[in-house]
Structures are given as structure tokens and as C-alpha cells.
């Protein structure tokens, strides 16, 4: 899909117009649009059924006919099971990663992409040319066309292309956002305009008046983006690898940025939990990402070198072993995809299973010889085992060959078992059936240690029970955040025209336009100006003209004749003002006005008497309490199955394979949280 050029009304310094991207056809029938317009269809069935809900509980609060409460009960039972099967849909959603994968990719174990952020059209004209009309004293259809180019820049930054031109529009309309509220919200009063977007992990919708949770999701659709982009890379090239490092390592930096500035956004995939998860998770696709670029070019059969791999392997084990522990932490285990804990889960046992295979192999295929560095291969075991058998030394198991194998075989049995257990957690997920490549990834692995185990079996052998060491685990690659540079773009204001912020600003409160006669005495005008722009009125002779005609002290100039000078400087505005004859010219001033109103309350919800905004978890009022607004936890009327989510996992692995089989696999959907009035569209129902 190839992105539009629409002109931003902003002229160049050379006159020449600005373009922006428009964005991708949101009709083109590609994998990852299909997923998307799924998930805005889903949202919308969702809304639908909460609002039924809502009614029905507000019916079952008010009715004392118990023929009307066993009809409102029924309709419950109905309405919450309808939401079970969306919920499951969405989840469903979550879990199609093979739309964002590579479409060569076939040796690689697939990665997780975060969805896009849905939103609802936001139309800016009437209210914002009222504003302009009313604050700035100014024609609002003057300003149609940059506003017109506003919403198609939001309009645009709902179908992001999946490379750097997405990120760089999304960025722009980021930028935006701060000129937008510096001109149009006032810290005094409610705009009316509503921002909603729907939670990406549950559907449910969450609305606000201020640009709080527009910035946010913004913020996150960047980080989804960035995570779209590492898991399409092609990671079986360096440079592919490369991408994905840094288009993950840049999603973490963005979610942990969204993090420590967002502290309090009402939608929970937003959350500080839920986002210390994902970018755990960014964070681990990063360093698996690592790991497969350091065995790309090929891992030397040596022992140190397998030692390295193997230290390399337990660190991906580790962190996807934290992301998991995240994962199924309350409330994030009832509103991840099982999908993903899973993953998580499977990539914990494989990498962990990977890394006993190559110390296995470092002992029992590398005898110590006389030629090998017997020093060395003692200090790199020594830092593989952060404790040995009892009354055993590295040096001991390096020179005892009888001693090196029953170490060996340990660790080729952990592996075996690892890799066991990573298929048994495979076939407990029917998403993760889907994906063939990853349980041919697995099988392969699993025969691999089966293959070491019986090259080393003999038939005289005894039963050994020792237990291999676990194994620390080093990396010389440690995956680190990352904050584009994108989260800062320079953008041009699209209402300029207005005048400088430092003064024409929403804060900001000044007289209408005056229009003065001003008539120079000997070229003398009687006041001198200061400032930059605009420029400011100062030493005011009280007896000159301009004095009498109501000029005052402080005053800006606005215009000089036909000339809007609210741009202009000093220097600029004299030279207007020294060749103005007896007759003298028309200025226009304006007065600031003291700008201390009462900041309202911030909150999470509307002002007046528009609906509620809810949360994630479902903050509700109730009718009793609304003349104190102390908001309690109010649950469903009827409780909806929890997850009954096994220990997940992911996994990796140099092999490859084709084919695989589906089971199938029924799993009760989350606790869908509860609201207690939806009635109107514009807000969270």
C-alpha cells in the first residue's frame, strides 16, 4: 500500500506548500487491515452489548416486579454471554501474529506485534470556529482548511503504513497536539469535543475531553508500530536482524516514555502494569533477536564458543521467564491473551533447553587435549555454574573424563525434558497450533538432544541420577530501550495565522481588537514598542494623541492599516509606522485581561451532565453516591468465567520444519468488566 501526498495548508518559506502523508487505503484488503477493521467491527458489538447490559441492570435496580426482574435476569445471562464470545473474538485478534510476520519467514519462531488503537472520528469545525470566533475574535471560516487538514491528519494516522513514513505521521500528529491544546483548551472550561478510543486488549471504550488520552494512544499506536515493524524484518539476513533489534528496542523506549509520562490513563492496556509488561516483552523479542544474530553466521564447535551460546540462550530464558511472571500477575493474567503467556512461556523452556544442549556438547565432544588452554577452559566453566556438585571443581570435571560425561549427559536430559515440556505447553494453546513453523521449530530441537543423548549412550551404563547445574546466564548484547527520535518531530502549526503562542494562546485572556487613530506629532508617535512579537506598547506619553484616542500602557498591536503585524517584530512594525503622514493610519490593539480561573478538578470523567468516563477496571457511581463522587468497584450482576490460564511460554531454535497439527483447545474467556450507564455515543457508555 503506497501513502497519499495531501497538501497542510502551511506555506514554505520559498512559498511552496507543505505535504503530509495521508496514510494507507484503509479499503485495501491486506492481511493487517482485514485485522484491524475486524477489530473496529468488534468494538462496536461490544459497545452495543454494554449499553444492553447497562440498561438491564438499571432496569433490574428499579423494577420490585419479580416477573420483570426474572426477564431482566434472563436477558443478563444473555447479554454476558454475547460479550463472552466478543471477548474471545478480540483475543483471537490478539493472537493472529502470522499477519505481521515476515512472508519469508520460515526458520524463525514468530514474534508478538502489539494491535493498533482504535478511535472514533473526532470533527473539530463547528466547535473550534466558534472558539476562534469567540476567544481570538476572528472569522472561524477563515480557518476551515486548516482545519479540514487537522482531521485529515488525525483521519490519516488511523491506517499507518508498517515502515518509518507510519511512525513519522503518527510523530507528526504528536507534535501537533501540544500547538492544538496550547490553542483551543483552556484550563477554564470543557471544549465539548470528545476523544474515544477503545482498549486494545478488551474492546471497552474510554472517552475524554482533554488531549490526556489522545496523546497517549498516539503514543502507543508509535510503540505498536515500531513492534509491526521488527516482527515484518527479515531475520534471517544481519541486516534484517538489525531492523528488528532496533524497531523493538524503540517500541520498549516509546511504552516506557508513555509510562513515566501518562501516569494516570483510564484505559488499562495503558496502564503502569500492563506497560511494564510489554515492554518486558519488547525487551525479550529484542534480545532473542540478538541471540539469532549471533548465531547466524554459524556457531564454531570449540568450547568456549558454546559455552558463550549457551550463556547467550539462558538470558533470552530468563527475561522471557519475567515476562511470563508478568503475565500471569493479577489483574494482567485476565487481560493478556492466553495466546501470549503461552508464547512466553514455550520460549522460556526452549531457550532454557537450548542452552543445556550446548553445554552438553562442549563437554562431551571436547575432551580436554594436551594442546587446549587448560586455564582458560577452567575460568569458562567456572563462570557457566554459579555452584557444582558437591566436593567437584571445574578443573576436576575438565581432567576426569568419566566425570566430564556424567555432567554432559545431565545437561543433555534437562534439555530433553525442557524441550518436552515446551511442546506439552505448545499443544495446550489452539492459536499456537495454527503456526506451524514453531512446533517444527520445537520438534526439531527435541530431536536434536535426542540424537546427542543416544550418540553418547552405552549399553554397560549405569542408571545416573546427577542433576546438571543450572546455568547463569551472560550476554554481551544486552537489549536496551530506546527513544526515537520520531517522539520529537518540528512541525509547523497549522493555525499560525492566529499569532504567537506567547500571547494568542487558550490561557490567555485579552480585550477585542481596538481600532485607534493614531496621528503623529513632529514623526513623533509618543510611545516607544518592545518585544519581539508581538510587539508591546511601552513609555506612553499620557498626554499624546494616541493616549487620548485610548491607547494604554501594555497594549499589543495587532495590525497597522491592512497589515496583520501579529508576527512581526520591533523593527518591522516602525518602519509601518515612520512614514505615516499627518492624516495618520488605523491601528488595532489589544489589552491582556487577568487569566486566574479556577482549574477545574482533572479526573477521568466528564464535567456537567455528560456521562462518565469508565476504565479498565471499571470504576463505577453509584446513584447514591454521586453528590459525594466517591467511586467504588461495582461488580457485574452476573460474573463472567475467569481465565483458567497454564504457565505460557515462546520459543526459538536454529532448526526448521514445515507441518504441524491443530488441537483443539477450549478455554473459559476473561472477567469482561462492568459499567453502569451507557448513554451516549460519544463517551464510555
Excluded at 499443544?427 to 513453523?437: A, R, S, T
Amino acid at each position: 500500500m503506497t501513502d497519499t501526498l495531501l497538501p497542510n495548508g502551511i506555506k514554505g518559506s520559498a512559498g511552496e506548500t507543505a505535504y503530509f502523508k495521508k496514510g494507507c487505503n484503509p479499503f485495501a484488503q491486506t492481511g493487517r487491515s482485514k485485522l484491524q477493521n475486524k477489530r473496529a467491527g468488534l468494538n462496536q458489538q461490544i459497545i452495543k452489548q454494554m449499553r444492553m447490559r447497562a440498561g438491564a441492570e438499571n432496569l433490574l435496580k428499579a423494577s420490585s416486579n419479580n416477573k420483570v426482574k426474572e426477564m431482566v435476569l434472563l436477558e443478563l445471562s444473555y447479554v454476558n454471554s454475547n460479550l463472552q464470545l466478543l471477548m474471545g473474538q478480540l483475543e483471537g485478534l490478539n493472537s493472529s501474529v502470522e499477519v505481521y510476520q515476515n512472508t519469508q519467514e520460515t526458520a524463525n519462531i514468530p514474534l508478538i506485534a502489539l494491535g493498533l488503537k482504535e478511535t472514533k472520528e473526532v470533527d473539530f469545525s463547528t466547535l473550534f470556529k466558534d472558539f476562534i470566533l469567540e476567544h481570538y475574535s476572528e472569522d472561524g471560516n477563515s480557518y476551515e482548511e486548516e482545519i479540514a487538514d487537522l482531521m485529515d491528519l488525525r483521519q490519516a494516522c488511523k491506517t499507518p503504513s508498517r515502515n518509518d513514513t507510519g511512525v513519522e505521521l503518527l510523530a507528526k500528529y504528536f507534535s501537533h497536539l501540544p500547538l492544538m491544546e496550547s490553542r483551543f483548551f483552556s484550563p477554564s472550561r470543557q471544549t465539548g469535543i470528545f476523544f474515544t478510543w477503545y482498549d486494545s486488549f478488551t474492546g471497552v471504550p474510554v472517552c475524554q475531553q482533554n488531549l490526556s488520552l489522545e496523546k497517549a494512544s498516539i503514543l502507543f499506536n508509535i510503540a505498536a508500530l515500531y513492534s509491526q515493524m521488527g516482527t515484518r524484518s527479515d531475520r534471517q539476513t544481519i541486516v534484517g536482524l538489525e531492523e528488528a533489534i532496533s524497531s523493538f528496542q524503540k517500541a520498549a523506549g516509546t511504552l516506557n516514555h508513555l509510562k513515566e509520562t501518562f501516569t494516570h490513563t483510564p484505559s488499562y492496556d495503558m496502564s503502569p502494569a500492563m506497560l511494564s509488561m510489554l515492554i518486558k516483552m519488547m525487551l525479550a523479542q529484542t534480545q532473542e533477536c540478538l541471540f539469532e544474530k549471533t548465531a547466524l553466521p554459524g556457531i564454531r564447535n570449540q568450547f568456549s564458543s558454546l559455552m558463550k551460546m549457551a550463556q547467550e540462550a539462558a538470558k533470552v530464558s530468563e527475561i522471557y521467564d519475567q515476562v511470563h511472571q508478568s503475565m500471569i500477575q493479577t489483574p494482567i493474567k485476565d487481560n493478556v491473551p492466553f495466546f501470549w503467556s503461552t508464547m512466553s512461556q514455550v520460549k522460556t523452556n526452549h531457550y532454557r533447553s537450548m542452552a543445556h544442549y550446548f553445554v552438553a556438547s562442549a563437554l562431551l565432544d571436547h575432551q580436554l587435549g594436551p594442546s587446549d588452554d587448560e586455564d582458560q577452559q577452567e575460568k569458562t566453566l567456572s563462570q557457566v555454574y554459579d555452584r557444582l556438585p558437591e566436593g567437584r571443581s571445574p578443573l576436576d570435571i575438565l581432567k576426569n573424563k568419566d566425570e566430564r560425561e556424567r555432567i554432559g549427559k545431565a545437561h543433555i536430559r534437562r534439555a530433553i525434558l525442557g524441550h518436552e515440556e515446551a511442546l506439552r505447553i505448545y499443544g495446550l494453546c489452539h492459536h499456537l497450533n495454527k503456526m506451524d513453523i514453531l512446533q517444527d521449530i520445537l520438534r526439531a530441537s527435541h530431536q536434536r538432544s535426542l540424537n546427542k543423548s543416544s550418540e553418547n549412550e552405552s549399553d554397560e551404563e549405569y542408571t545416573d541420577y546427577t542433576e546438571a547445574p543450572d546455568i547463569i546466564s551472560k550476554t554481551e548484547h544486552k537489549a536496551e530501550m530506546e527513544v526515537p527520535a520520531a517522539t520529537k518531530v518540528k512541525v509547523t502549526d497549522f493555525f499560525q495565522r492566529l499569532g504567537p503562542l506567547s500571547v494568542f494562546s487558550a490561557k490567555q485572556r485579552w480585550t477585542a481588537p481596538r481600532t485607534l487613530r493614531l496621528r503623529p506629532e513632529d514623526r513623533d508617535v509618543g510611545f516607544t514598542l518592545k518585544g519581539e512579537s508581538p510587539v508591546q506598547v511601552v513609555s506612553l506619553d499620557p498626554l499624546c494623541p494616541a493616549a487620548a484616542n485610548g491607547l494604554k500602557e501594555g497594549d499589543y498591536i495587532v495590525a497597522v492599516g491592512d497589515t496583520d503585524c501579529k508576527w512581526m517584530g520591533v523593527g518591522e512594525v516602525m518602519r509601518l509606522l515612520k512614514d505615516v503622514n499627518e492624516e495618520g493610519i488605523d491601528i488595532q490593539v489589544i489589552s491582556m485581561m487577568d487569566s486566574n480561573p479556577q482549574m477545574p478538578t482533572k479526573s477521568a470523567t466528564f464535567c456537567g451532565n455528560l456521562p462518565k468516563t469508565y476504565s479498565m477496571i471499571c470504576l463505577a457511581h453509584d446513584d447514591d453516591e454521586k453528590k459525594s463522587r466517591k467511586v467504588t468497584k461495582k461488580s457485574s450482576f452476573i460474573s463472567w468465567g475467569l481465565k483458567n490460564k497454564l504457565k505460557s511460554a515462546s520459543t526459538l531454535s536454529l532448526p526448521t520444519a514445515d507441518h504441524s497439527g491443530a488441537l483443539p483447545w477450549n478455554k473459559p474467556c476473561q472477567t469482561f468488566p462492568s459499567s453502569s450507564s451507557y448513554n451516549n455515543d460519544s463517551g464510555l457508555y
